[in-house]
């Protein structure tokens, strides 16, 4: 009795039509033959090939590029993937979709597989132990990928203890020596950099990416708010010492030029990838993190900064949408066995504080960043707050000896809070603050602590 393959259409055109309504709405863990129609098979590679390619989705683009591969009449025409859009109940509930079509996926792949274990059983010299086994795996085969059972689990954690226990770093260093020792990011994880402006956020992430880039770590860099000439600045600062001020006024003497040549050289050997797009959204910086990591073996992106990032589509709040980011962030962190850093801008709640120290909290308008990242680390600078240096005489004359002892306390000094470690222990690591270089530095004094 022929019957017909458990499917459901619906459930196929309500997945497609949401990815073309919202992009951020499409699975992509979902595979071209979980879909039971071959018109839908062909629409769905195309989409996810557009995706990984960081390519805008809609109908006409997605159209066009079904009509360039000669596949069009095969899916039905432009009106069908035109007509798919109106089939979506809602863009929010794609996931839901997505569910039905691979739960049907799994039972035709069950059908078939006993219908292959008959037809063996039948046979000239069946097995019963070889069919079992046969049924068993093609029946659980297509779902197991990045599934390991406890024994290759134990065996890898045993591993890295292990290598631990040896001296191997297993982890991705900073080049900061005391943040190191308490919280090395490792492969996989999602470190928060966050701070109000000014605070340095920019700078202690552009410091990591200049180390690790030098230390056979390859780079991608992401930067929403600077170009490629501002970012370059920053490293020559950073290595020269020569005051970004001076560099925009062009007041560059012989010795300043010789530091910048110098640091021109160094910074020329690191294996730094800076992305050229002004704007981009989540989808379009995880294509080009998965390709850069394919064609330059990048194994560490740094994302400045979060709340830049365009959103993708009209629904949702702005909240949704920054929760939407780190939650693939984390995804890309894991996806790409890399450490990926996601700057992240706090909004003023922490400057009604006495000690205007940011916390935890402050997190809690931006989405689930706090519940997604591995690390959050927080720049805090009390300088900013309380100078020294920028007061002028009559201020200064008003200013308590404990005042003036207190900010002399501050003076040069900045703070990385790690207010998240999900693998370790948590502190405030202090830093030298390099002002006109905008750079932080180890400190080896007896002001370490904060």
Known sequence: ?????????????????????????????????????????IIWRHILAMYDDGEPIDYLTLINRIKDSNELEKVGGAPYITELTGQVPSTER????????????????????????????????PDYESIAHGL???????????????????????????????????????????????????????????????MGKTSIAMGIAQHAGETGNPVAVFSLEMGSSELGQVWLAQNSGVSRRNMRLGNIGTYDHEKLIAATSRLTNAKIYVSQKPSASIAQIRAKALQMQRKLGVNVVVIDYAQLIL????????????????RTCKLLAKEMNAVVYLLCQLNRSCEQRVDKKPQLS????????????????MMYRPEKYWPLDELSKSEFEQLSDADIQQREKFRGIGYLLNLKNRAGRTGNIALKWDGPATAYRNLEDERREG
């Not at 996931?95 to 274990?117: F, G, M």
């Not at 779902?143 to 134990?154: F, K, P, Q, S, Y």
């Not at 297993?170 to 020792?181: A, E, H, Q, R, S």
């Open 1 to 41: 009795m022929n019957r017909i393959p458990p499917h459901s259409i619906e459930a196929e055109a309500a997945v497609i039509g949401a990815a073309i309504l919202q992009n951020h709405s499409i699975q992509w863990t979902l595979k071209p033959d979980a879909f039971y129609r071959t018109g839908h098979q």
């Open 94 to 125: 794609a996931e839901y979709y997505a569910a039905i079509v691979e739960d049907k996926y799994r039972l035709r792949q069950l059908i078939q597989a006993c219908r292959e274990a008959e037809d063996a059983a039948y046979g000239s010299l």
């Open 136 to 198: 068993n795996m093609a029946t659980i085969s297509d779902n197991i990928d990045g599934i390991l059972n406890r024994r290759e689990i134990m065996k890898d954690a045993y591993a890295d203890i292990q290598a631990r226990v040896e001296g191997k770093v297993t982890g991705i260093p900073t080049g900061y020596v005391d943040l190191d020792k308490m919280a090395m990011p490792e492969p996989g994880e999602l470190v928060v950099i966050a701070g109000r402006p000014g």
């Open 311 to 326: 959103p993708e589509g009209n629904e949702g709040s702005r909240e949704q949408e920054v929760a939407r980011v780190s």
């Open 362 to 377: 402050d997190l809690r308008e931006s989405g689930s960043i706090e519940q997604d990242a591995d690390s959050v680390w």
